[in-house]
């Protein structure tokens, strides 16, 4: 792996008081305690309830595991760290770190665009929505995760990498880096992560409003 392709773990430049650390990581655990009980509550109540067992809430119900997995994986890193006052997984802890947080996070977001797609053509686009079998949302639903997954990994591959972000208690693209590979990775996500899903979605819920608000 090259230079690049590296965790940078690098001192950050910010005077950190302990308090600072101590209130970041009590407000962590409680924001951690809170959203481990309402995903796994969710979760609960959608395998007790085969009336929610529809072809929308498998969207939904795929963007509550995203959720959890990235509590379960990143919370625990970013409270550790913050009553630890140092990042404490090291350099490849960042590259597992910002990978987790970069699939999941993309996975979700590409979810919840689905999502609205998928309510968009059931709203919109009736004759449309018998198309939307059970096995096939479940396929785009495998497809957002594969794109997820991809973005979490071309840093690995030489486009982009992971370091330290903030105060240093937690990893993700590394978009401090003055570096070609990562502005142009940044660039990338800004594009394809967040404006477009963005219009997607903002589009999607636009024209359903305007179909209740006219029906």
Known sequence: MNET???KLMP???PVSPAVFNTIGGTMTVLFIMALIENVTVLIVY?????LRNKTNIWIISVVICDLLIVLNAFPIV??????????????????????????????IFLLTGLSVHRYIIMLK???????TRMKVLLSVLLCCVFG???GIVPFIGWGSFAQEGIG???????R????????????????????PIVIIGYCYCMIVSKVRTS
Do not use: H, Q
Not at 47 to 51: A, E, Q
Not at 169 to 175: D, H, L, M, Q, V
């Open 126 to 132: 009736k004759s449309k929505s018998k198309l939307f």
């Open 177 to 196: 880096s003055d570096s070609p590979s990562d502005r142009t990775y940044m660039v990338a996500m800004y594009v394809f992560v967040l404006f477009l």
């Open 149 to 151: 997954l991809i973005w």
């Open 169 to 175: 208690i937690s990893c993700a693209p590394n978009w």
């Open 79 to 108: 409270i550790a760290s913050s009553f630890a006052r140092v990042y404490i997984l090291g350099e490849k802890g960042c590259n597992y770190d910002g990978f987790v947080v970069t699939f999941l996070g993309c996975s979700s």
């Open 12 to 14: 950050i430049p910010l």
């Open 47 to 51: 395998k007790n309830n085969n009336k």
């Open 5 to 7: 392709n590296k965790s």
